[in-house]
């Protein structure tokens, strides 16, 4: 088995990223992406213009196995910046596979924190096997602070909604 490792993207890697964005809102969107505004987030990580992205796959590569884009923000009340996960993915082919690929995108994601001298805002907003995903994030990360909801939407149903449509989760 090849050692798993989560590397600095490149503007090069922009198309296999925006695949893996698409995928990921597809899969656990609960509103429709917009790929420009996608793209608006991804292009500057990549360039680590305010931010990051994190990439498991070789340059160059058909598609990428996972990856991770982190932003610098000010928060609303604060003008304190602080690196915020925008997005954390590991593509269904490679979810099974030996290697931890969501572990390591996360460690990814603690590290550059740590390298930045900053915090780090990291969660989880998903209807799908989501308690495996918190212990991952408690074995990483540590006890959470706080717990997020979703009223009138559930995740994973943007790709059903009609252009400019509403979501209206059936329960």
């Not at 198309?15 to 987030?41: I, R, T, W, Y």
């Not at 923000?73 to 590991?90: A, H, M, N, P, T």
């Amino acid at each position: 088995m090849t050692d798993i490792r989560v590397r600095v993207g490149t503007p090069e890697d922009v198309h296999q990223f925006m695949d893996l964005c698409l995928q990921g809102s597809e899969e656990n969107g609960f509103v429709q992406p917009d790929p420009q505004k996608l793209l608006a987030e991804v292009w500057p990580a990549l360039n680590r213009d305010g931010g990051i992205c994190g990439v498991i796959g070789a340059p160059g590569a058909d598609h990428f196995e996972g990856g991770i884009l982190l932003r610098t923000c000010k928060l609303w009340y604060s003008d304190q910046i602080v690196l915020e996960e925008r997005g954390v993915f590991v593509h269904p082919e490679y979810r099974s596979a030996k290697g931890g690929r969501a572990r390591k995108l996360c460690e990814f994601a603690k590290a550059a924190a740590a390298k930045l001298e900053m915090p780090l805002m990291i969660g989880i907003l998903s209807n799908s096997r989501t308690e495996g995903k918190v212990r991952l994030y408690e074995r990483i990360f540590g006890k959470p602070s706080g717990a997020y909801w979703l009223c009138g939407a559930e995740t994973g149903v943007a790709n059903k909604l009609p252009p400019g449509g509403t979501n209206k989760a059936e329960h």
